[in-house]
């Protein structure tokens, strides 16, 4: 069964700190991306990559960055976590069909 | 700004029920229209897809209508069950790729009583 797994399924941090979220996939796909996901706005997308060490904005990118070092691995980094980034956070890859992991609920303190 | 702008935000159905979804979108760049299920616990599914070149797809209960020229797509689920009590979201893809970047909807909780 393919998957797209996430380090943490809920993660509590403290105003400033920085964070690290983790996604993996083992579907060999080129694609993968990170979306967040807050009630009555849906999915927003923050970074995507298309290929190793290639990564491109989203709609949202503002307080993020990411990192793709292996094709199965996509990293979400916020360097100095706020309140407003409190959210779900969701790792996906695509190849022929995107598939999502089952998403990181962060909380900000 | 709010591509893709989805409507009922809750919708409430009786089993056996027809519950319907709408999406309207403004990009005439985007031509890959899927619909996503999310249950509780677990990230989004696809569900069924279209793309403009047809103006209904049908799989099973579910039914993707598409409306080009009205820039309108909306979900139909007919004999509304209980299991499928969930969060749906519209979704939109230009570049004709089932793989690349989506613009979602902002989602609607459906909730089908027994």
């Known amino acids: 069964d393919v998957k797209v797994t996430q380090s943490s399924r809920y993660l509590v941090k403290r105003t400033g700190e920085k964070v690290f979220l983790e996604c993996v996939q083992d579907?060999?796909?080129?694609?993968m991306f990170w979306y967040r996901q807050d009630p009555g706005l849906g999915l927003r997308l923050i970074y995507f990559?298309?290929?190793?060490?290639?990564?491109e904005k989203g709609d949202i990118p503002e307080g993020y960055s990411v990192s793709r070092e292996k094709k199965e691995r996509f990293s979400l980094i916020l360097e100095s976590a706020s309140t407003n980034q409190t959210s779900m956070y969701l790792c996906?890859?695509?190849?022929?069909?995107?598939?999502f992991g089952p998403g990181t609920r962060l909380t900000v303190l | 700004q709010q591509q893709v702008k989805q409507s009922p935000q809750s919708l409430i159905v009786q089993k056996g029920g027809i519950s319907i979804i709408n999406c309207a979108y403004e990009?005439?760049?985007?031509?890959?229209f899927p619909w996503y299920q999310q249950f509780p616990g677990k990230g989004p599914a696809l569900l069924i897809a279209?793309?403009?070149?047809?103006s209904e797809k049908k799989e099973g209960r579910f039914t993707i209508s598409f409306n080009k020229s009205a820039k309108q797509f909306s979900l139909h689920i007919m004999d509304s069950q209980p299991g499928d009590s969930a969060t749906y979201f519209c979704?939109?893809?230009?570049?004709?790729?089932?793989?690349?970047?989506?613009?979602f909807g902002q989602g609607t909780i459906l909730t089908v009583h027994p």
């Open positions: 990559s298309y290929d190793v060490k290639m990564k």
């Open positions: 990009n005439t760049a985007f031509d890959y």
């Open positions: 979704a939109a893809n230009a570049g004709g790729t089932s793989y690349g970047k989506l613009t």
């Open positions: 996906a890859s695509s190849y022929r069909e995107i598939i």
């Open positions: 279209i793309r403009p070149d047809v």
């Open positions: 579907m060999d796909h080129e694609n």
